[in-house]
């Protein structure tokens, strides 16, 4: 048997070329072509281009971008989107689809965060949602699916672990950042606020930063989504009981703002890992 036959023999065998007319001027290049298919593999980003047979007017090979490489190029683009410096387990796979249904708390939950995310739109107020329940009852993960979903919408998120959050506020002084910090989470298209209420903060903190955030974006009209373990009514004594004293006034001033910008969904009839 000829070479020119073996080289046949790899065409036949391989799924792609098998039942390709190839001619004799052809056997070559289509043979090649076959090597650096059998080396590519489609889920590797890192593979950025993509080898392609073309037979008309004589056979040849190009290149394309690969799918893999694309997807990621699309992904990294969206997360730019989106700043998770304040929270370590945003979930960047997180989808509402994903939302495990087992009681009618949780469907009212999902129907809230679907519903927003086909009200958004960028640079129109949108009243937000306020998820409240005990651990594990699937805040974080909405809250993440809903960023996940602003993404695709273009809008820039910052997803906030709220305890976090107050900490670095307070380290700010030290590196002259405050100003910046600050101007971020009024001006960002959505703010995501991940437990609020998981941290005592200063009479300073909820006075001189969290509530003109709050202000900020109920005058312009950005919208805002936040998690805690408490209801709004049992948040308020939290918010009061600052490090540095009681101030009821003020944190009702806070819980109003918070009324004026969500919606309160409950999250707390059944943990997830207890199913």
């Known amino acids: 048997m000829g070479s020119l036959d073996l080289l046949r023999q790899e065409i036949k065998a391989f799924k792609e070329t ?21 080396a590519f593999n489609p889920k590797d980003p890192n593979q950025k281009f993509e080898p392609i047979l073309i037979l008309e007017p004589y056979a040849r090979i190009e290149y394309r971008v690969s799918n893999a490489y694309v997807k990621y190029e699309t992904e990294q683009n969206k997360q730019k989107k989106i700043d998770t410096t304040y929270h370590n387990d945003y979930l960047i796979h997180a989808k509402l689809a994903d939302f495990t249904l087992f009681n ?16 958004y739109k960028k640079g129109e107020f949108t009243r937000g949602l306020y998820f409240y ?29 709220f305890p976090d959050l107050v900490r670095n506020i307070k380290n700010a002084f030290s590196d002259n950042s405050l100003e910046l910090k600050v101007k971020q989470l009024k001006a960002c298209d959505v703010l995501i ?5 998981g941290e005592y903060m200063t009479a300073w903190f909820r006075d001189e930063i969290f509530g003109p955030i709050l202000q900020y974006r109920i005058t312009v009209g950005l919208p ?23 101030d009821e006034v003020k944190a009702m001033r806070i819980v109003v703002r918070i009324r004026e910008l969500t919606k309160e969904i409950k999250l707390s009839e059944k943990r997830y890992d207890s199913i």
């Open 104 to 119: 009618d708390e949780r469907r009212e939950a999902l129907e809230a965060s679907n519903l927003f995310i086909q009200k």
């Open 224 to 246: 805002i989504l936040i998690s805690s373990n408490y209801k709004m009514s049992d948040l308020h004594p939290v918010l009061a009981e600052a490090k540095d004293g009681i």
């Open 18 to 38: 098998k039942d390709l007319t190839v001619s004799d001027n052809d056997v070559i290049t289509v043979v090649q072509y076959i090597d650096l298919k059998k």
């Open 133 to 161: 329940g005990k651990y594990r009852t699937g805040k974080t993960y909405l809250l993440s699916a809903i960023a996940n979903a602003l993404i695709e919408k273009n809008a820039s998120v910052v997803f906030a672990y």
């Open 193 to 197: 606020l991940d437990d609020v209420g």
